[in-house]
């Protein structure tokens, strides 16, 4: 039982190139959701999904793609990298009672 | 829609000293409410979780939270706090998606 599979770790993109995050999870939650976490500002929702075939926006969108074809996949693009996207993403399955995280993505725009 | 209010953006505090992290969060509709931590460089870790039930919640570490529906609040609590306990904290709803506050940054000073 994985858990919440996360990749990459790191990565370094230039302005303008896209990339896509990728996060599986084995224990069948309806739940995902994106997160972007910035100093100070907490853990923020980019988008979040109530089960495969359905995404909805969170706080912070723009310049975010995400799609649930599979229950187990959720996988977040970015389109056109922005330094204002460097920042660290957790990826996170969850039910009501509990969530579990990705180790994180740290991600730096240059 | 849901939000969360974490009052204090950094609380310090001497080892041995009572410490006391708020939360109060909005929602139309009824809620669960988790209170995470943080270490350096680490993902984030459940301290502690209201489902329903008594309203008062003993979590890991020795932290407990009260949950007060007039008030709409969460405050976590610990009676006496080690060097250890310095991270970041994350109070956090959830109805259909889960929602974190800003975070409290703990520090225990010796």
């Known amino acids: 039982n994985a858990g919440v599979t996360q990749t990459p770790k790191f990565q370094v993109l230039k302005t303008g190139q896209s990339m896509t995050l990728q996060c599986a999870q084995d224990?069948?939650?309806?739940?995902m959701s994106w997160y972007r976490q910035d100093p100070g500002m907490g853990l923020r929702l980019i988008h979040y999904?109530?089960?495969?075939?359905?995404?909805d926006q969170g706080e912070v969108p723009n310049g975010y793609n995400v799609s649930r074809s599979t229950t187990e996949d959720f996988p977040l693009r970015l389109l056109s990298a922005a330094p204002s996207q460097t920042s660290v993403y957790f990826c996170?399955?969850?039910?009501?009672?509990?969530?579990?995280f990705g180790q994180g993505t740290r991600l730096t725009v240059v | 829609a849901q939000s969360v209010t974490q009052l204090d953006s950094q609380v310090p505090v001497f080892e041995e000293a009572p410490v006391e992290l708020r939360c109060n969060y909005s929602?139309?509709?009824?809620?669960?409410l988790f209170w995470y931590v943080q270490y350096p460089n680490q993902g984030l870790q459940l301290l502690l979780k209201?489902?329903?039930?008594?309203?008062l919640v003993k979590g890991i570490n020795g932290f407990e939270a009260e949950f007060n529906k007039s008030q709409t609040s969460f405050h976590l609590r610990k009676p006496s706090v080690h060097i250890s306990d310095t991270a970041e904290y994350f109070c956090?709803?959830?109805?259909?998606?889960?929602?974190f506050g800003t975070g409290t940054r703990l520090q225990v000073f010796p």
């Open positions: 999904s109530v089960g495969a075939g359905i995404t």
């Open positions: 996170a399955s969850w039910r009501n009672t509990e969530a579990f």
């Open positions: 929602s139309s509709v009824s809620v669960y």
């Open positions: 956090a709803v959830s109805t259909d998606k889960l929602i």
């Open positions: 209201y489902l329903s039930g008594s309203t």
């Open positions: 224990m069948n939650h309806e739940y």
